[in-house]
């Protein structure tokens, strides 16, 4: 009798699941980047007790139909890529194809979707598989319900915080992607009460909206000069004045093609154009924002795509230094506060 043993295809599902859903949150960032892959120009989220008894979410993106419907929850089933090489120009969030059936391996899952020309159908699945696919009535996009995360895992349902903390971390992904992406609206609910209706803007206004205390209603808003068709990349900053300095680091944000990525070298960039304003103990808030040719990044790294590797970083980091600094002189009290962006 052999010690090991092969795991049922069922249990190994339920294991993998574990590492790409950790509790609600990463659930939210999921389900909000299909949305957003989905080319919705709006979404809905309405949380329950934070997310831990149910997420919904509702988006106007193209759909799926009946046969999409019912690959979309099988292991590595992917409309984004075909082959590792498409990687080298990835143009969507998602590309490994494990969300939806991680989801479906840990909840009970509820997905219903209309394509433009095709029916509505609504999909149930769970611990892997799917209960029924009916045809039903849904304007086109789709709709996803996920009630009882972790019903089945009993030992990631005892490491869930608490409700008021996993509905803060839920809310943090959501203004991560809501700030990500300003040309869509969304509107989300938390235990059926609004807690954001954010309609589609730009990227400046976003942010300070979302971030009005960080960055006051007159962020310093920078480009850089370089561009991705001529140098790979191209950099927006929006970044608190000198005056409204903080005594931590926690509001300096970097994204990459839409994602925020944990990268020290660019906040560092940051941090390092307001040395000449700030003192040390002092520190600015600020959101950079990138877009890189895909070529010269991998995001295919880190189960949550948290992390990157990036060929050109020192050009980015000199980038944010110079694009911050020259912005910064003409910011200092000595010259107009109502300088023109
Ligand atoms: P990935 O995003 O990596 O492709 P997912 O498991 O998140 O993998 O989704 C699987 C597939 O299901 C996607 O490739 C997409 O075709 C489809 N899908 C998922 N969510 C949506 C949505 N909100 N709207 C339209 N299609 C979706
Ligand atoms: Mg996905």
């Known amino acids: 009798m052999s010690r090991i043993i092969v795991l049922s295809p069922q249990e190994a599902r339920r294991i993998a699941a574990g590492e790409v859903i950790e509790r609600p949150s990463s659930a939210l960032r999921e389900l ?40 979309c929850i099988i292991s590595h089933a992917t409309s984004k890529i075909q082959r590792v090489e498409d990687l080298d120009h990835l143009s969507t969030l998602g590309f490994r194809g494990e969300a939806l059936a991680s989801l479906t391996s840990c909840a009970k899952v509820e997905i219903i979707s209309k394509k433009d020309g095709h029916s509505a159908h609504r999909l149930l699945a769970h611990d892997g598989t799917i209960q029924s696919i009916q045809p039903t009535a849904h304007p086109i996009g789709t709709t996803i319900h996920i009630k009882e995360l972790f019903y089945n895992i009993p030992v990631r349902k005892r490491f869930l915080k608490s409700i008021a903390s996993e509905a803060k971390d839920s809310l943090q992904i959501i203004h991560e992607k809501a700030l990500a992406h300003p040309h869509i609206a969304f509107t989300v609910t938390l235990d059926n009460k609004e807690k954001l209706n954010l309609p589609v803007t730009s990227l400046a206004q976003r942010a300070t909206t ?102 050109n970083m020192p050009l980015i980091h000199r980038s944010i230094v110079e694009t911050l600094q020259s912005k910064l002189v003409v910011h200092t009290p000595t010259t107009s506060m109502h300088h023109q962006y």
Do not use: C
């Open 210 to 311: 979302l971030f009005a205390q960080q960055l006051g209603n007159n962020p310093l808003v920078v480009f850089s000069e370089q561009t991705v068709e001529h140098d790979g990349f191209s950099l927006q900053i929006i970044a608190s004045p000198p005056h409204l300095y903080r005594n931590d680091k926690r509001y300096i944000h970097f994204y990459a093609n839409g994602r925020r990525i944990i990268e020290y070298a660019p906040i560092q960039a940051l941090l390092h154009a307001y040395d000449t304003v700030l003192p040390g103990g002092q520190y600015p808030s600020g959101f950079i924002f990138t877009q890189i040719r895909p070529d010269l990044v991998d995001f295919n790294i880190h189960p949550a795509k948290r992390e990157a590797k990036f060929r």
């Open 32 to 71: 909000i980047d299909n949305a957003i892959d989905a080319q919705a120009s709006h979404v809905t989220i309405h949380l329950k007790a934070g997310g831990i008894e149910g997420i919904t979410i509702i988006d106007n993106g193209i759909g799926m139909d009946k046969e999409d419907l019912s690959l």
